[in-house]
Structures are given as structure tokens and as C-alpha cells.
């Protein structure tokens, strides 16, 4: 299981910081992704970390304000969100994937597992 926190509403030029916490297998083998789905758009990767070697990746819209981090201690992986802009509203949810690593391009495909979602608004 894996639940997400720290969504909510925000200024533009705002920070959040997101949780995943993972419930019943452990963080320590698995590539963890974040994903966003904005209302009337299709689900898109955000960032991923691998396990084995704590490489990240992130998509273009998200480079140099967005950064992954994963604590394997507490079985958590964390988003921290700055100089968000309204085009960051979506749900995001926290995703793990069955590879240690990231893909080259992460897609939805190699993520099995999914959180329920948490609601982050960027107000203009």
C-alpha cells in the first residue's frame, strides 16, 4: 500500500513537499515514480528514483524546481515542489515500480503498484 501526503493549495512561486509511504513490502528494490494527472489530461510521469543507485530523472516541465528523494529508513519517497506555477495543478500520485532502476523514460506501464492520490492547486 502506498499513501500519499502533503498536497494543498498554494501561491504561484509556492513550495510543497509530498510523502509516499510504503505499507506492507519494502522501498529498498524498487524504482519509485511520482506521476500527475491534471483534469481532462492523460496521467503523466513527473519524476522517478532508482533504488540501486539513487539516479533521478525528471521530466522537462519539472527540471531545476522539482526534487525526488527517497529515505529506504523510513520506507518513504518524498517530492519537494518549488516555485510551483498553476500548470502543476493535478493530482499526484506516488507509484513503485518491480525494476531497481528508472527506466530511460519512465511510463505508466512499468509501475504496478499506485497510491490513492494527493489534490496540489496553484493558485495565479
Known amino acids: 500500500q502506498l499513501v500519499e501526503s502533503g498536497g494543498g493549495l498554494v501561491q504561484t512561486g509556492g513550495s510543497l513537499r509530498l510523502s509516499c509511504v510504503l505499507s506492507?513490502?519494502?522501498?529498498?528494490?524498487?524504482?519509485m515514480g511520482w506521476f500527475r494527472q491534471a483534469p481532462g489530461k492523460e496521467r503523466e510521469v513527473v519524476s522517478c528514483i532508482s533504488s540501486s543507485d539513487g539516479s533521478t530523472w525528471y521530466a522537462d516541465s519539472v527540471k531545476g524546481r522539482f526534487t525526488i528523494s527517497r529515505d529506504n529508513a523510513k520506507n518513504s519517497v518524498y517530492l519537494q515542489m518549488n516555485s510551483l506555477k498553476p500548470e502543476d495543478t493535478a493530482v499526484y500520485y506516488c507509484?513503485?515500480?518491480?525494476?531497481?532502476?528508472?527506466?530511460?523514460?519512465?511510463?505508466?506501464?512499468?509501475?504496478?503498484?499506485w497510491g490513492q492520490g494527493t489534490q496540489v492547486t496553484v493558485s495565479s
Open positions: 506492507g513490502f519494502t522501498l529498498d528494490y524498487y524504482a
Open positions: 507509484a513503485a515500480s518491480g525494476w531497481e532502476k528508472c527506466p530511460v523514460t519512465p511510463t505508466m506501464v512499468v509501475f504496478g503498484s
